[in-house]
C-alpha cells in the first residue's frame, strides 16, 4: 500500500511537472556573423577608412622627420631633433591609439544595438555569434546590416 501511494505520488508529480515544461515556450535563437556585419556597414567602413589614413600620415610624420634629420651636421642638434620627435611622436601616436579605440567602440556598441533591434523585431530570444551553431537558428547578419545601413538608424559617437 505504501508503495503504491509512492508510486501514484511520483506519477502525479511527473504528470504536473510535464504539463508545465509543455507550456513553457521555447527560446528562438538567432545568430549574426559579426565579420560580415563590421565588413558590410557603412559607418564601420568609413570609421576604418579614417583610422588608415591617420596611419598614413602617422608614417608620413617620419619618413619627412627622417629626411630632416639626414639635413643635420651637428650631433648636439641631431641628438635635440632626435628627442623633439621622439616627443612629438609619442604624442601623434597616443592620439591615433585614442582614435582607433574609440572608433572600434563605436562600430562594436553599433552592431549591438542593431542586433538588439532586429532581434526584438523578429521576436528571437537569443543571439549568439555564428561559430557557435552548428544547426539551426535564425541568421539575422543580412537584417542587422540592412537596419545599420538604413536612414533610421543613428550611429552612437562617442
Known amino acids: 500500500m505504501k508503495r503504491l501511494k509512492s508510486i501514484l ?3 502525479f508529480a511527473m504528470v504536473i511537472g510535464g504539463g508545465l515544461f509543455a507550456t513553457s515556450e521555447a527560446q528562438t535563437i538567432g545568430y549574426v556573423n559579426y565579420k560580415t ?3 558590410n556597414y557603412e559607418y564601420a567602413k568609413s570609421a576604418y577608412k579614417e583610422i588608415d589614413t591617420k596611419y598614413l600620415e602617422l608614417q608620413q610624420y617620419l619618413m619627412d622627420k627622417e629626411k630632416q634629420y639626414k639635413n643635420i651636421d651637428s650631433p648636439i642638434n641631431k641628438k635635440n631633433f632626435e628627442d623633439q620627435v621622439q616627443k612629438d611622436f609619442k604624442a601623434k601616436n597616443d592620439e591615433f591609439t585614442k582614435l582607433k579605440m574609440k572608433r572600434a567602440e563605436e562600430v562594436e556598441s553599433n552592431i549591438l544595438q542593431a542586433t538588439k533591434a532586429v532581434a526584438a523585431d523578429k521576436k528571437i530570444d ?10 539551426g537558428g535564425v541568421d539575422l547578419s543580412q537584417d542587422v546590416i540592412n537596419y545599420l545601413n538604413s536612414p533610421k538608424f543613428k550611429p552612437v559617437k562617442k
Do not use: K
Open 9 to 11: 505520488v511520483v506519477a
Open 37 to 39: 556585419v563590421e565588413s
Open 126 to 135: 537569443v543571439v549568439l555569434d555564428y561559430r557557435v551553431i552548428f544547426t
